[in-house]
């Protein structure tokens, strides 16, 4: 059965479709068979990354007319890499229901690869959220812009509540709404505690907060210029514990580098035009990390 990740954003242009294909790309050097599912709804370009031209096939026929998903993943001339075209037609954001996603999910579960990685769009869309529930690897990009970091926080926030609807009553997640919301609308500083709150509250169940434990979101701060670039994803990390009751696992920094914008336009992946970089090395780094993890957390899993 495939393993697999997600990688998402709570903002935008902050490299997230750069990180899900050098992931990608570093699996396959591990010797790892990759599909690569290209699920921006708001415009998937994984394919220009790639250096590929758009293809006709793409995942509006597994939506829409039932085609299998075998017949739609093509090869990119990277080894053991294969990539899963998205709504390059799509003039607005496609609506993909719940249902859909996890109807996407069985199927790449089914597929012959090691690993299938989402390369998800910016903000936290319902099948977002979804996507983040089911995975194996929850990725969450971030890089030191105030407004990257800001959405980072939101794009948590709601995951957990996606989470905790499903595991509380009506009226007390409507309950929850109007605080969080009143709470926004306020000059309240700092940050609204999900542990806190939750502590002081009935019709809640905190299941998932267990479980986040054995299986956390993962972060990756993108695009680091200084230390105190660095430093940022532990800031994030210990902010989730105090303020969410939520284990972040802080998996690495990503250097800034002017080759990756220069590889866009030259259509060529960084880590195949330059494979010597320290970027490779920061992304080798974070792969070695997350199969060692998957390793034993599915001889756990097995185990119990």
Known sequence: MSQLWVVGAG???????????????TLSKLNFKVLIVDFDMSGANLHTTFGLKLSDKNLRMF??????????????????????????????????????????VAACRKLNYDYVLFD?????????????????????????????????????????CYKLRESSTTESYQKLQATLRAYRSSDHK????????????????????????????????????????QDLGHSIKSVCHKYYDLRLDYVGAIDFDNAVWQSVKSREPMLIEKPFTPLAGQFLSVCKQLTNTNSTANLYRAAV
């Open 11 to 25: 903002k935008g242009g902050i490299g997230k479709t750069f990180v899900s294909s050098s992931l990608g790309i």
């Open 63 to 104: 939506f829409d007319d039932g085609r299998p998903m075998e017949e739609l993943i093509q090869a990119t001339e990277i080894p053991k890499v294969s990539y899963l075209q998205g709504f390059w037609d799509s003039w607005a954001p496609s609506d993909v229901s719940i249902e859909d996603t996890q109807k996407i």
């Open 120 to 160: 998800l769009g910016a903000g936290p869309l319902l099948s977002y959220l979804e996507l983040f529930t089911q995975a194996d690897e929850k990725i969450l990009i971030s890089d030191s812009e105030p407004t990257s970091v800001e959405k980072t926080y939101r794009f948590l926030e709601s995951f957990i």
């Open 190 to 229: 700092g940050y609204f505690s999900f542990r806190s709150y939750l502590k002081e509250s009935v019709g809640f169940s905190f299941d998932y907060f267990e479980q986040l434990n054995q299986r956390p979101v993962r972060l990756l701060v993108n695009s680091c210029r200084c230390r105190q670039d």
